[in-house]
Structures are given as C-alpha cells and as structure tokens.
Nanobody, 114 residues
C-alpha cells in the first residue's frame, strides 16, 4: 500500500501562487493531482508519468506546473495566477496510470480569495 503525504495548502489571494508537495512511501509510475470543489465532481488537475510525460487538465493548463523528484518520490504542483474557482480540496494520487489512480492522499485545502 503506497502512502501519500500532502503539504502546502492554504489561503491565497486571487492572482497569487501556491506550491503543493506530495511525498510517496514508494515509487510509482505516475503521480499527479486531482481536486474537488464543494458540490462538484472530482476534477483531474495534472500528472507526471515515467519516463517524463506530463499532462494537464484544461482549466489549469498554462497556469499550473507539475514537477517530480524521483529520488525523493515526491511530486510538486506549482500553481500560479490562481483564481477563485481554483478553490478546492487538492488530492495527490499515484499508481500505474494517470487515467486510473490506485492510491490517494488525504487531501489539502486550497482557498483562493477574490
């Protein structure tokens, strides 16, 4: 069972930046992020899959960047130009494929004030 520990959530003003981190207990092929806002379905944010493919959801492409440190089994989500609608609980995920993750973190709250 892969354990995921997220950090870095918080409150930020619109237009600001925030970076999330997620450390995994062991290496997996793919690590990424999804988010869920109140009353909405979980949404794919982005993922990094070995050996280096990165993809993003349409709503964050160009503003968010995913990087990965394989030595530390850690994935990062750099969020720039944050909007009010980015407010959500952000979940780290890991597994063999970014299209169906097997492991999930507890989630970290990101709140963007308008």
């Amino acid at each position: 069972q892969v354990q995921l520990i997220e950090s870095g959530g918080g409150l930020v003003q619109a237009g600001g930046s925030l970076r999330l981190s997620c450390a995994a207990s062991e290496r997996t092929s793919s690590m990424g992020w999804c988010r869920q806002a109140p009353g909405k379905e979980r949404e794919f944010v982005g993922a990094n899959t070995w050996p280096g493919t990165t993809r993003y959801g349409d709503s964050v492409r160009g503003r968010f960047t995913i990087t990965r440190d394989n030595r530390k089994n850690t994935v990062y989500l750099q969020m720039n130009s944050l909007k009010f609608e980015d407010t959500a609980v952000y979940y780290c995920a890991a597994g063999a494929s970014s299209y169906q993750y097997e492991y999930w973190g507890q989630g970290t709250q990101v709140t963007v004030s308008s």
